[in-house]
């Protein structure tokens, strides 16, 4: 079988442009064989509690498995969680601040023993422990610590952490200080996968991780490859979620991005793991040859690419001084920064990602002209109303490379209307920590608008907006992403009531009028749903871009010899 794949005649098109959006391509249950990845860069962290790339929580799914789950499905049930490790969904009580999860009877890890309550608690105790731990996400730690006495995480003490109750081996109790009606989404994160105490080596853990999935590690050479052979103890049986089609999985890593896309397109890998799409030069290969063209997708990333303006910089404290801004926008010059219709994004005026139940179609509250080059006149209006029909002299913060592209899009935008721009640049590797991402930077700088991207952690109104937009969610010592640092009570409030709220139809109207009162305020100048071009090799089956990442789903996929 292997011999004849990457042999396919050229002359056989594949399932078609875009065919692993929002549908499979090649569905089958055809086990065995070896699924052949590539990357350019290695994983951030093979701990589950330290991962944060996109690509790599895809392929934690495939060495790990979670109370919740997001199914294998390619349409909208796909950002739902399901049942993986546990039972049911979370069982609430207590008017949402309870969530009770009992687990499947008969679940291992890869040595042979089982997995328990107490394993999952010591997951979410682990996550507090962000000084030997970082690197992950941390909404569970404000929701379980007790803000009188703060849990260290499970190195520095062995009481534990007393919001988390395990009153037998398979009955874990969450107790919420308060309702979070997201919370099945938080146990699909990886680092809620489990981690027994005997095994964990801190933060060496990652090198020699136990896994609850499918397979397990079998070698990591950091920087090199990383294969993955089966996990003889998982248990089909007990997994609704996961296919496990393959026998192996070998990852190759380091490989130069360029390099990576022809010999992908060879047929010498089968997937690009790392999902950064195709580059350049292989984006004009691909959509010139018919053939290579019917095996491609282009899906959105669930990124919004955007730029934030700052009320406590001068002279954006004046809202018609923001308006200005978002009326002057050349949207085509910008849409043309970031890369096309194609591999930049779909130009937007709102900010929910359309596959968002909140999300509002026609909202476009500074429309910018039939040829969407910018409404100068009604932002002169704006200028004239905040006092400043000159215009004024401000400065927008961005990064080398992609980011500087927009920034000077926005700069010459602006221009026209006599806002006169400078374009300062800020450090890449520390840019969301300690440069745009921290508020005294901001300050020094005088950053009145900043360009960026955002991506949920989780796909629902609250994990897309609120990080944005919350007034509670300004992070003062960085890695803060309420950059504008709105603090609106409306704003608040309606976030409060979202997380009481169980129904999806009530919670979508909620925030529909947190969108809207956030673009009253004009700090968000949203540009556009970033997408990527994917190259999918014919030979691999249950190609399908998950839509709760962005991202192809790695753990479903098989290969076959072509036909
Ligand atoms: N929210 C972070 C950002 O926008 C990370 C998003 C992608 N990672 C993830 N695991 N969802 O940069």
Not at 280 to 306: E, M
Request: proline share 9%.
């Amino acid at each position: 079988m292997s011999m004849s794949r990457g042999t396919e005649p050229r002359t056989t098109a594949g399932a078609g442009w875009n065919a692993a959006v929002g549908s499979t391509v090649n569905p089958s249950d055809v086990r065995g064989g070896t699924l052949r990845l590539v990357s350019s860069a290695d994983v951030d962290s093979l701990d589950p509690a330290r991962t944060y790339y996109v690509w790599v929580w895809l392929l934690q799914r495939m060495l790990n498995r979670t109370l919740m789950a997001y199914p294998t499905d390619p349409g909208p049930a796909g950002l739902i969680p399901v049942p993986d490790l546990a039972e049911g969904p979370g069982r609430v009580s207590d008017g949402g601040r309870t969530w009770t999860y009992r687990l499947r009877a008969g679940v291992r890890y890869d040595d042979g023993t089982p997995i328990t309550s107490d394993d999952i608690r010591h997951a979410v105790q682990r996550v507090f422990a962000q000084d030997v731990l970082p690197g992950g996400p941390t909404y569970l730690v404000p929701l379980l610590d007790d803000a009188g006495r703060p849990y260290p995480g499970p190195y520095r003490t062995d009481e534990p952490l007393g919001s988390v109750r395990t009153p037998d081996e398979r009955t874990i109790v969450f107790h919420l200080r308060r309702p979070f009606s997201d919370f099945d989404h938080l146990m699909a994160q990886p680092c809620t996968a489990p981690v027994p105490r005997r095994a964990d080596t801190g933060a060496d853990y990652g090198e020699n991780p136990r896994s609850s999935g499918p397979y397990r590690v079998a070698l990591h050479r950091p920087g090199r490859f990383l294969h993955l052979e089966r996990n003889p103890y998982w248990d089909r049986a007990t997994d609704p979620v996961r296919p496990a089609l393959p026998d192996r999985v070998e990852l190759t890593i380091g490989v130069d991005v360029d390099e990576l896309d022809e010999r992908l397109i060879a047929g010498e890998f089968d997937i690009n793991l790392e999902g950064r799409g195709l580059q350049h030069a292989a984006q004009d290969r691909v959509t010139a040859d018919g053939v290579l063209r019917s095996r491609t997708d282009n899906p959105r990333t669930s990124f919004l690419h955007f730029v934030s303006l700052q009320p406590h910089i001068p002279p954006f404290g004046d809202v018609h001084a923001r308006r200005a801004v978002h009326y002057a926008a050349d949207k085509i010059l910008l849409q043309q920064a970031r890369g096309g219709p194609v591999t930049g994004g779909d130009l937007t005026t709102a900010l929910f990602p359309p596959r968002l139940p909140a999300h509002q179609p026609g909202l476009d509250p500074y429309p910018t002209g039939p040829d969407l080059r910018g409404d100068l006149d009604a932002a002169r209006a704006e200028l004239a109303a905040a006092g400043l029909p000159d215009g004024f002299d401000a400065v927008i913060g961005t990064q080398r490379g992609k980011f500087r592209l927009v920034a000077d899009a926005v700069a010459e935008s602006v221009a026209r209307v006599g806002i006169r721009l400078t374009v300062k640049e800020l450090d890449v590797a520390s840019y969301f920590s300690l440069g745009a991402g921290h508020p005294e930077t901001i300050r020094e700088h005088g950053l009145g608008l900043i360009v960026t991207d955002w991506g949920a952690d989780f796909p629902t109104e609250y994990g897309f907006l609120a990080p944005l937009v919350d007034g509670r969610q300004i992070k003062r010592n960085g890695g803060n992403w309420n950059i504008s640092e709105l603090d609106d009570p409306r704003v608040n409030d309606l976030i409060d009531q979202s997380l009481h709220t169980t129904d999806p139809a009530e919670r979508a109207r909620q925030w529909g009028a947190v969108e809207r009162l956030v673009m009253e305020h004009a700090v968000i100048l949203p540009l556009v749903h970033d997408k990527t071009l994917h190259f999918r090799n014919p030979w691999v089956t249950n190609v399908y871009v998950h839509p709760a990442f962005g991202l192809y789903d790695v753990q479903a996929m098989g290969v076959v010899a072509p036909v």
